[in-house]
């Protein structure tokens, strides 16, 4: 049976068509179904088309790995979570505000663990988290640690 189809409209204006089970994930429209069917775009103005992509990657993982079957889906699927978080901190705090505005508590514990990780690690940890090159003199490692406050408390 195929799931009925949604439109989102993110804050940058950018449409994307979404499988209601997929959608469904998100507290915050699942509340909205349940009040009444939306017509036309739902908008999402606290979320970039960029940022909405993502998040709606992450939801049809989720959602295609539990239909699995498949005894390694679970471990599977904690490495594609690893990896899919691997990105720079200002798309990762995108992310979680997206998860938080949404109420996706998958993403919003993937993405507050991922920042949970990199706290209190050395300049050189964090700057391979971020992709930051190796070679940084100590002026830019300290203009680092100014600019990342967070992560280093």
Same mark, same amino acid.
């Given at each position: 049976?195929? %799931?009925?189809?949604?439109? =989102?409209?993110? !804050?940058?204006?950018? !449409? =994307?068509?979404?499988?209601?089970? &997929?959608?469904?994930?998100?507290?915050?429209?699942?509340? *909205?179904?349940?009040?009444?069917?939306?017509?036309? @775009?739902?908008?999402?103005?606290? &979320?970039?088309?960029?940022?909405?992509?993502? +998040?709606?990657? #992450? %939801?049809?993982?989720? +959602?295609?790995?539990?239909?699995?079957?498949?005894?390694?889906? @679970?471990? @599977?699927?904690?490495?594609?979570?690893?990896? =899919? +978080?691997? &990105?720079?901190?200002?798309?990762? $705090?995108?992310?979680? *505000?997206?998860?938080? #505005?949404?109420? $996706?508590? !998958?993403?919003? @514990?993937?993405?507050?663990?991922?920042?949970?990780?990199?706290?209190?690690? %050395? +300049?050189?940890?964090?700057?391979?988290?971020?992709?930051?090159?190796?070679?940084?003199?100590?002026?830019?490692?300290?203009?680092?640690?100014?600019? =990342?406050?967070?992560? $280093?408390?």
């Amino acid at each position: 049976m195929a %799931s009925r189809k949604l439109n =989102f409209t993110s !804050s940058d204006g950018v !449409s =994307f068509e979404v499988d209601e089970i &997929v959608a469904l994930q998100w507290r915050i429209i699942k509340r *909205m179904l349940e009040l009444s069917v939306p017509d036309g @775009d739902i908008p999402l103005p606290k &979320v970039t088309g960029e940022i909405l992509q993502m +998040v709606i990657e #992450y %939801s049809k993982k989720h +959602v295609e790995s539990s239909k699995s079957k498949d005894q390694g889906a @679970d471990e @599977d699927l904690k490495a594609w979570d690893a990896e =899919f +978080v691997n &990105v720079d901190e200002s798309t990762l $705090f995108d992310l979680m *505000m997206a998860a938080n #505005y949404l109420h $996706f508590q !998958s993403l919003l @514990d993937l993405t507050c663990q991922k920042v949970a990780d990199m706290k209190g690690q %050395s +300049v050189e940890d964090i700057s391979k988290i971020l992709g930051i090159p190796k070679n940084l003199t100590r002026d830019e490692q300290e203009e680092l640690r100014e600019k =990342f406050t967070r992560l $280093f408390e």
